[in-house]
């Protein structure tokens, strides 16, 4: 009962996030712009504009987890519903402008956005103190196998105040005192392997005591299972990625409409871009390079060059070390930090080498490096590789490759049309963020053991030139 009141009460905080925010739109709408529309509509359609405007912004502040006052810092809170009230007032400005038959006036909608600002900020200090103050942190107990340093993570993560650790063991001594986990709150399973892991589980089960548990790479498999009878018999399907025919159509079609569009609107950007590499060293302006996607096909990726013409004049496959490399031309640290380098992957999209939403390709070599030590990560090759991915929207700069292929294997098992869209969405948070400043090289020398707790992205960035 207690926990249901937890979740009531945050819950309830929540949706005054929700009426606050929507305030100032409500105002701007019956001050401003409900008599200018071409027919005014009388309470009900008034109310079916507030809702509308309501619905959008619940859906984008939960994509941009707006809402989770428990694990985000303040400013990340109002970052993510600045992004979600941003777009829900685009998609508002323009339904008024369908209902008005001529573009409105954009001054009351700013203002209306200085307001959401204003609450945004409000409400995300007073949920953050209010919360803290109310509940207690959580005791928790981290059992690891071959996965160390979650207690690590929880301080780098500013936790402490959520989850109060109170031990940390490796897995065999948890089995010889497995009763000590009915005395917690919530256990961290830190790679664990099942036999181990099933044990813990059960006991937590019955005793109430949350668990959140770091997969491997078997639990991504099992997680895209689907359940059936068989022998009047409960079983677990299981098969290489094999989606109906109706979602692949879809996600063709959306592929070839995003890119197309992209280009249309981005290419004075891509012109702008084009001129200032030329410009800077006379050198060429794209570089192309051998890569993979869906069933180990090998495609040529193009990008914009943003590291000089010699980077790889050695012939060896290099991953980038991130701002810091001195093979980064000055255009390039700037392309680099905006992501116009990517752009002309649109083209490879078009052609049907890649997709908007997938793995992000990676070069041969350096997949070959990967699997001797982590055969798996071949898996990711069950999907065309893609513009933006769930590794991308979700990890940061210096995730190792095993994560990297979690997070795949995660988004593969789900993959639908929605999922796609959510990631789309995602990314644009992502644009406006700037890129852990975490040392490459440590997230290269940990990558093969996947014994560390690995945060974010590797992004393999090397290039080789064409004209």
Same mark, same amino acid.
């Not at 005791?139 to 979650?150: F, L």
């Not at 018999?233 to 979602?247: A, D, G, K, T, W």
């Given at each position: 009962m207690k926990a249901l009141g937890h979740s009531v009460a945050i819950r309830v905080v929540k949706i005054m996030n929700i009426v606050m925010v929507t305030i100032p739109f409500l105002l701007c709408w019956y001050l401003y712009y409900a008599s200018r529309i071409s027919s005014p509509y009388y309470a009900k359609g008034n109310w079916l504009i507030i809702a509308l405007f309501m619905i959008l912004y619940s859906a984008f502040a939960h994509i941009y987890d707006g809402f989770l006052i428990s694990l985000n810092r303040v400013s990340e809170m109002i970052y993510s519903q600045i992004?979600?009230?941003?777009?829900?007032?685009?998609?508002?400005?323009?339904?008024?402008?369908?209902?008005?038959?001529?573009?409105?006036?954009?001054?009351?909608?700013?203002?209306?956005?200085a307001?959401?600002?204003?609450?945004?900020?409000?409400?995300?200090?007073?949920?953050?103190?209010?919360?803290?103050?109310?509940?207690?942190?959580?005791?928790?107990?981290?059992?690891?196998?071959?996965?160390?340093?979650?207690?690590?993570?929880?301080?780098e993560y500013d936790l402490t105040n959520k989850f109060h650790v109170e031990y940390v063991v490796p897995v065999e001594r948890c089995m010889e005192k497995l009763y000590r986990v009915k005395d917690m709150e919530c256990v961290f399973l830190s790679g664990i392997h099942s036999h181990e892991r099933n044990i813990i589980l059960k006991e937590c089960m019955y005793h109430g005591v949350?668990?959140?548990?770091?997969?491997?790479?078997?639990?991504?498999?099992?997680?895209?299972?689907?359940?059936?009878?068989?022998?009047?018999?409960?079983?677990?399907?299981?098969?290489?990625?094999?989606?109906?025919?109706?979602?692949?159509?879809?996600?063709?079609?959306?592929?070839?409409?995003?890119?197309?569009?992209?280009?249309?609107? &981005?290419?004075? $950007?891509? *012109?702008?871009?084009?001129?200032?590499?030329? !410009?800077?060293?006379?050198?060429? @302006?794209?570089? +192309?390079?051998?890569?993979?996607?869906?069933?180990?096909?090998?495609?040529?990726?193009?990008?914009?060059?943003?590291?000089?013409?010699?980077?790889?004049?050695?012939?060896?496959?290099?991953?980038?070390?991130?701002?810091?490399?001195?093979?980064?031309?000055?255009?390039?640290?700037?392309?680099?930090?905006?992501?116009?380098?990517?752009?002309?992957?649109?083209?490879?999209?078009?052609?049907?080498?890649?997709?908007?939403?997938?793995?992000?390709?990676?070069?041969?070599?350096?997949?070959?490096?990967?699997?001797?030590? &982590?055969?798996? $990560?071949? *898996?990711?090759?069950?999907?065309?590789?893609? !513009?933006?991915?769930?590794?991308? @929207?979700?990890? +940061?700069?210096?995730?190792?490759?095993y994560d990297k292929l979690q997070m795949d294997l995660m988004y593969i098992a789900t993959a639908s049309f929605v999922e796609d869209l959510k990631i789309c969405f995602a990314t644009v948070k992502i644009l406006f963020m700037p890129e852990s400043t975490e040392g490459v090289a440590e997230g290269q020398k940990n990558a093969m053991d996947a014994k560390n707790s690995g945060n974010g992205e590797v992004p393999g960035e090397n290039e080789d030139v064409v004209a």
């Open positions: 992004l979600a009230f941003l777009i829900t007032d685009g998609i508002m400005y323009i339904v008024i402008w369908l209902l008005s038959k001529q573009l409105p006036n954009v001054v009351p909608g700013l203002l209306a956005i307001g959401q600002c204003l609450q945004a900020a409000l409400w995300s200090g007073g949920a953050h103190r209010w919360y803290f103050a109310t509940f207690e942190p959580q005791k928790c107990a981290i059992i690891y196998d071959n996965r160390e340093g979650m207690e690590k993570l929880i301080e949350r668990v959140y548990v770091i997969p491997r790479v078997g639990d991504m498999i099992m997680s895209s299972a689907k359940k059936m009878h068989m022998f009047h018999l409960p079983m677990l399907q299981v098969e290489r990625f094999n989606p109906i025919p109706e979602y692949l159509f879809v996600k063709r079609f959306f592929d070839i409409v995003i890119s197309l569009a992209a280009l249309v609107l &981005l290419s004075p $950007f891509m *012109l702008v871009t084009a001129i200032a590499i030329k !410009l800077y060293d006379h050198g060429p @302006v794209l570089y +192309k390079q051998n890569r993979l996607t869906k069933d180990g096909r090998v495609f040529q990726v193009l990008k914009f060059r943003s590291m000089r013409v010699d980077a790889e004049k050695d012939g060896v496959a290099r991953l980038s070390t991130g701002d810091k490399d001195d093979r980064i031309t000055p255009v390039g640290h700037v392309i680099r930090k905006i992501r116009f380098d990517e752009l002309p992957q649109l083209f490879n999209i078009l052609r049907g080498d890649m997709s908007i939403v997938g793995p992000r390709p990676e070069r041969p070599e350096i997949a070959a490096e990967y699997e001797k030590e &982590l055969p798996e $990560f071949a *898996l990711r090759l069950q999907v065309k590789a893609g !513009l933006t991915g769930y590794a991308q @929207v979700y990890g +940061k700069y210096n995730t190792t490759p």
